[in-house]
């Protein structure tokens, strides 16, 4: 059987350094969580949130699925905004997508994939919503457009839950924003799509 015994040495390797440098670190961490961000991206091994952001254990509460999408009847996404909001009390959530994105390549292509098709009818919707866009564009182009389109519609879509609405009729210090991050250079943008109370 294999049993991956690299990654357990990786392991204790890692947390012998933190030590090193903060012998009360994970006493501390283990006592609670009160990270300021709930991030919301890609599945993709590239685009890790921590590591991107140089965030450390703690400072970050994460969400992954394909192609970062908010989707209201999506029970584990939805339960993940929930408590972010109204139990860590994060004052930030960041939707980030990636150029180059496969979830969104293959929204826009017209192969078929099986099960995951069903998941990429939601950036199908983002292509309808905003078709006159696209028209003009070539295909990189229409690419690059619609990684930024869908994280544009998912911020819009986390604006409208239930959960966001309540904590600012509450007047609860809550920012939506909308980032786009580049696995060519590591480099993240700002779509300035982003919402406040
Ligand atoms: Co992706």
New binding site residues.
């Given amino acids: 059987m294999k049993t991956l015994k690299h990654l357990f040495n990786d392991n204790l390797i890692w947390a012998a350094s933190i030590k090193d440098k903060d012998p009360n670190f994970f006493t501390r961490l283990s006592k609670q969580q009160s990270p300021e961000y709930l991030w919301i991206g890609?599945s993709?091994s590239r685009v890790p949130a921590n590591q991107i952001t140089n965030l450390q254990p703690g400072e970050v509460f994460v969400h992954r699925n394909i192609?970062n999408i908010v989707v209201h009847t999506d029970l584990n996404c939805l339960s993940v905004i929930q408590y972010a909001v109204e139990i860590l009390k994060v004052k930030h959530i960041i939707v980030c997508g990636?150029y180059g994105?496969?979830?969104i390549k293959a929204a826009l292509e017209d192969h078929e994939h099986g099960l995951i098709d069903n998941w990429l009818r939601h950036i199908k919707d983002v292509i309808r919503f905003n078709q006159s866009e696209f028209d003009q564009l070539e295909h990189e182009q229409k690419l690059d457009l619609l990684c930024e389109l869908n994280v544009k519609e998912q911020v819009k879509n986390i604006c409208n839950t239930t959960i966001v609405k309540n904590a600012w009729k509450q007047g609860k210090e809550l920012s939506i924003h909308g980032w786009i991050y580049s696995i060519e250079n590591g480099i993240l943008k700002d779509l300035d799509s982003s919402t406040t109370l």
């Fill in positions: 890609c993709d192609a990636h994105c496969g979830g």
